[in-house]
């Protein structure tokens, strides 16, 4: 049902990008206002007009155009888009499952809004643009950094289950390390949020795990999914704003401290009747996987039966996941200019440009 609220919030949703880049744009205006102009204007006066009567001028003026009607489509796209998305948020709800259109639009809010931040935090300056979005990396850490830290208060009152009310799993303990990884830049832990923490983002978000039938805002439900939506959001956003470098040795060692602690995990689950790192397949979901790994030859430990087969076959998985989207990650970095995310007319101007006595000749103008 619809309320007054809901149009309110809808309607400041649809507007919320439009106003960004307005502020953007003004504070790029006042920063040239009071920096080099009142000191070259009276060369400036001169250059521009020269420039004014010259077709490049012209030319770059009807880019200058083009580039700011492309920017208001991105804005009104992008102010569209979370509209859609709270509507759907909000009302559709119920529709939780797995492969529902629910779990399809969630699944492309998480690859969309890292993306669309690191368009938000461009600006007029490199330098400005690294400040903010290190600054929205490390906010966005600090609420991934809630669940591990309040799951073993708030889990005990919906479930018993061990595993979500103790967080010692790949994804909880990669949500302790995100912010520490932001805030000191270490490489290897920025590298391990591109490859297995995302990969294990992905790999929970595309099963749409039901732990409380019903609506989507059921804790359990809820909790889980947005704390690995941001196990994917973080990394992207990481990537799109050149916060990181990509180092492959990182990479093979992040694997390489995995391991021991799967194998630990394949001896402990038996004893705590638990399913850290996923060792046992007859706890494993989807239960397609477990009924086939049941299938496979095992051997029993502690009277559970554990199928070295299906082991072999999940750190394959994480194995060759995980190094797959560190290859998509430098197949970003190295094909996609990071223009893509500049909020286009915001962009630096170059001393003794075109585009810099465009700026200047308007500025000068209106002064």
Same mark, same amino acid.
């Given at each position: 049902?619809?309320?007054?609220?809901d149009i309110f919030?809808?309607? $400041?949703?649809?507007? $919320?990008?439009?106003?960004i880049?307005?502020i953007?744009?003004?504070r790029?205006?006042?920063g040239?206002?009071?920096g080099?102009?009142?000191?070259?204007?009276?060369?400036?006066?001169?250059v =521009?007009?020269?420039f004014?009567d010259?077709?490049?001028? *012209?030319?770059?003026?009807n880019? &200058?155009? =083009?580039e700011?009607?492309k920017?208001?489509?991105?804005?009104?796209?992008i102010?569209?888009?979370?509209?859609?998305?709270?509507?759907?948020?909000?009302?559709?709800?119920y529709?939780? &499952?797995?492969f529902?259109?629910?779990?399809?639009?969630?699944?492309?809010?998480?690859f969309?809004?890292?993306?669309i931040?690191?368009?938000?935090?461009k600006?007029?300056?490199a330098?400005?643009?690294?400040?903010?979005?290190?600054?929205?990396a $490390?906010?966005?850490?600090c609420?991934?950094?809630?669940?591990?830290l309040?799951?073993?208060?708030?889990?005990?009152?919906?479930?018993?289950?061990?595993?979500?009310?103790?967080?010692?799993?790949?994804?909880p303990?990669?949500?302790?390390l995100?912010?520490? =990884?932001?805030?000191?830049?270490n490489?290897?832990?920025?590298?391990?949020m591109?490859?297995i923490?995302?990969f294990g983002?992905?790999?929970n978000?595309?099963? &749409?795990?039901v732990h409380t039938?019903?609506s989507f805002?059921q804790?359990?439900?809820a909790? *889980?999914y947005l704390?690995h939506?941001?196990?994917?959001?973080?990394p992207?956003?990481?990537?799109?704003?050149?916060?990181? *470098?990509l180092?492959?040795?990182?990479?093979?060692? +992040?694997?390489a401290?995995?391991?021991?602690?799967? $194998?630990?995990?394949?001896?402990l689950?038996? !004893?705590?009747?638990?399913?850290?790192?996923f060792t046992?397949?007859?706890k494993?979901?989807?239960?397609?996987?477990?009924s086939?790994?049941?299938?496979?030859?095992?051997?029993t430990?502690f009277?559970?039966?554990?199928s070295y087969?299906?082991?072999f076959?999940l =750190?394959?998985l994480?194995?060759? &996941?995980?190094?797959?989207?560190?290859?998509?990650?430098?197949l970003?970095?190295?094909?996609i200019?990071?223009?893509?995310?500049l909020?286009?007319?915001?962009?630096?101007?170059?001393?003794?440009?075109?585009?810099?006595?465009?700026?200047?000749?308007?500025? !000068?103008? +209106?002064?």
């Amino acid at each position: 049902m619809w309320h007054i609220l809901d149009i309110f919030v809808i309607i $400041i949703l649809l507007f $919320i990008p439009l106003v960004i880049s307005h502020i953007k744009y003004r504070r790029s205006i006042q920063g040239n206002k009071n920096g080099s102009y009142k000191a070259q204007n009276s060369s400036l006066k001169h250059v =521009a007009q020269f420039f004014a009567d010259s077709p490049e001028f *012209t030319e770059h003026s009807n880019v &200058g155009r =083009a580039e700011k009607n492309k920017a208001l489509a991105i804005d009104v796209g992008i102010g569209v888009f979370f509209a859609l998305s709270y509507y759907i948020l909000r009302f559709l709800h119920y529709d939780w &499952g797995r492969f529902t259109f629910f779990h399809i639009w969630t699944l492309i809010m998480s690859f969309t809004l890292p993306f669309i931040l690191a368009y938000f935090c461009k600006g007029e300056s490199a330098e400005r643009s690294a400040r903010v979005a290190k600054r929205v990396a $490390i906010v966005m850490a600090c609420i991934l950094l809630l669940s591990p830290l309040t799951r073993p208060i708030l889990a005990p009152l919906f479930t018993d289950s061990l595993e979500l009310v103790l967080p010692l799993n790949v994804c909880p303990i990669a949500s302790l390390l995100f912010l520490p =990884a932001i805030v000191t830049g270490n490489k290897m832990l920025k590298n391990f949020m591109l490859s297995i923490a995302l990969f294990g983002g992905i790999a929970n978000n595309l099963q &749409g795990l039901v732990h409380t039938y019903g609506s989507f805002w059921q804790y359990l439900n809820a909790e *889980t999914y947005l704390m690995h939506s941001l196990l994917i959001i973080i990394p992207l956003f990481v990537l799109a704003t050149n916060q990181v *470098t990509l180092s492959a040795e990182s990479t093979v060692k +992040n694997l390489a401290w995995l391991y021991p602690i799967f $194998i630990l995990n394949i001896f402990l689950n038996p !004893i705590l009747d638990t399913n850290y790192f996923f060792t046992r397949p007859d706890k494993v979901v989807p239960e397609a996987v477990s009924s086939i790994a049941h299938q496979l030859p095992y051997f029993t430990l502690f009277g559970t039966q554990i199928s070295y087969l299906y082991l072999f076959a999940l =750190a394959f998985l994480v194995t060759v &996941g995980s190094l797959l989207l560190f290859v998509l990650a430098e197949l970003f970095v190295k094909h996609i200019p990071k223009r893509t995310f500049l909020s286009h007319y915001f962009e630096e101007h170059k001393e003794g440009s075109i585009a810099n006595y465009s700026a200047d000749k308007n500025l !000068i103008q +209106n002064s």
